[in-house]
């Protein structure tokens, strides 16, 4: 993965703005993005983004001791969810 940042004239300090990545994806990483643009209707780079802040929190509620549950729209019950 290679990254760069946009920087200010003169002084090398990091200005906001977007970060350009270059990422190789593995087989079913592609294919869930595709799956979640076509859900969407996002951009590949907007569906990127957003999984990446949704992943960040779910890690940050574990990090901190919490636990994560899903529940089908056809069940009442609730499904742990665990990252590996």
Do not use: C, W
Request: net charge neutral; hydrophobic share 35%; aromatic share 6%.
């Amino acid at each position: 993965m290679s990254m760069s940042h946009a920087t200010a004239p003169d002084h090398g300090v990091p200005r906001p703005g977007p970060t350009r990545i270059t990422v190789n994806l593995a087989p079913k990483a592609a294919t869930a993005l595709d799956q979640a643009v076509k859900l969407t209707g996002d951009s590949k780079t907007d569906t990127i983004n957003r999984a990446l802040q949704v992943y960040a929190y779910l890690e940050k509620v574990i990090q901190d001791g919490g636990t994560l549950f899903t529940r089908s729209a056809d069940s009442n019950e609730l499904e742990r969810l665990y990252f590996v």
